[in-house]
């Protein structure tokens, strides 16, 4: 992946990306590290940028075919599409998860991974996007997010509503930024 695809995105959409470089190796792993590949579900992730979690998802054993990405980036669906052939890529919005995920038959996710910066929206737009997401995920499965702020960017209202535990996964320090990981786990 050049660096310019991803600065010349950055400098149209700083807040659609929320941050200056994609996300490092050590975020990614601690991003999947409660993963366990499973035999039937999908898992979603959404706005996977240059697909550094994408990378990290099928090295953790998921199956190309059982992952669905949305992303909003005509730039980074095509590098993404060309990078995972396998994996069902759609370019769309967060916000329309479970329209999208209806669209292609699917009623739920076994887990959610989400890269995308919830603390650089309006509050409107961080609890339509998690609303949707928590609606379609499986009980017993996570949704789990990067925040580059120390603090959890899942509006509680919205986690509770749904049934969720939130639970701190750690920090990835060498990520630039530094950036923070939370997972709301949805009661069975
Ligand atoms: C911080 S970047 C993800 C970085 C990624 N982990 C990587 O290493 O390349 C956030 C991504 O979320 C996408 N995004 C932001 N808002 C979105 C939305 N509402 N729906 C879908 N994708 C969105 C952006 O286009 C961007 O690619």
Known sequence: MSYGLWFRNYLKHPLQLGALFPS?????????????PRNSGHVLELGAGTGSFTKALVRKGIAPEKLI????????????????????IVEGDARNVVEILNSLGIEECDEIVSGIPLNA??????KAICSEAFTILKPGGSFVQVSY????????DTMAYHNTNKIFCGIAVTNLPPAFVWRARKND
């Open 121 to 126: 929206m309006n509050a409107g737009l961080r």
């Open 24 to 36: 490092g190796a050590a975020l990614s792993k601690l991003m999947v590290q409660h993963i366990q």
């Open 149 to 156: 702020l120390p603090r959890c960017s899942i509006p509680s």
């Open 69 to 88: 990405i949305i992303e909003q980036s005509p730039e980074f669906v095509a590098l993404l599409k060309s990078n995972f052939p396998a994996c069902t």
